[in-house]
Every structure is written in C-alpha cells, then in structure tokens.
C-alpha cells in the first residue's frame, strides 16, 4: 500500500510532480497526455492540493511549505480541549460520538503533522 511521502496518509493517494505539470505542460502540447509516473511521489490527494504548482523541486522542501498550510487549516480543530473518560460518560450518545470524532481527527492531523515536520527536515 503506498502512502503519502509528506504526511504518511494512506488515503486518496496520487502522484505528485516534483516539478508542478503546469511548468512543463507547454512541452506536451499537441502530444500524448503525459502518465509517466518520473519525476513524481505520492501524495495524498490533500497534500498534493495544497502544494498546488509551488516551485519547490525537493520532497522536504515542498513539506516545508506544506506545514504551515497545515497548522492553519486546521487551527480551530487542533485546539479541541482534552477530554476524560468521565466527561465524556456523562454526555448524551449524539454529543458523545461528535466529540470522539473531533478527538480521532485531531489525533490524526497531529501524526500528519509530524510526519510533516520530519520530512521536511530531512
């Protein structure tokens, strides 16, 4: 199973080109759409968004750019108080299970984010 070289996802993977499609689009005008997979990692269809066609021609560098886009994004949700065992027994199933659901996510953005920050490190 292929993840994402930025943030270890495994969901919606793509291929990301190291040097963005758009700066050598003009070279396959006319021709063949080019599906080599040279010159590209996989990404996750997030990371890849968010990297967009950025100048950046190495896999840490474009991280770099990719962790603050990531901090911002999502700000709100990384500031979800901690909750006890005990609190959350005393809510209601409906309210229970949104907050465990904001938990599991936030879990999983701060993987993301350190596998971000390792990456772009390297």
């Known amino acids: ?20 499609y758009s700066y050598n689009h003009l ?14 990692v996989p990404a ?3 990371c890849n968004n968010l990297l967009g066609n950025k100048m950046y021609t190495t896999v840490s560098s474009r991280a770099s750019y990719l962790l603050p886009k990531y901090k911002k994004k999502y700000d709100k949700l990384s ?11 005393e809510l209601g199933r409906t309210l229970r299970s949104a907050i465990e659901n904001g938990i ?3 879990e999983d ?14």
């Open 27 to 40: 070279r396959t005008i006319g021709s063949r759409t080019n599906t080599s997979k040279k010159g590209t």
């Open 79 to 89: 500031r979800l108080p901690e909750w006890t065992e005990e609190e959350l027994s």
């Open 109 to 122: 953005l701060s993987l993301r984010c350190r596998h971000v920050e390792l990456v772009s490190n390297e």
């Open 1 to 20: 199973m292929s993840r994402c070289v930025y943030c270890g996802s495994s969901k919606n993977i793509e291929n990301d080109h190291l040097i963005p």
């Open 44 to 46: 996750c269809h997030e």
């Open 104 to 106: 599991r996510e936030k």
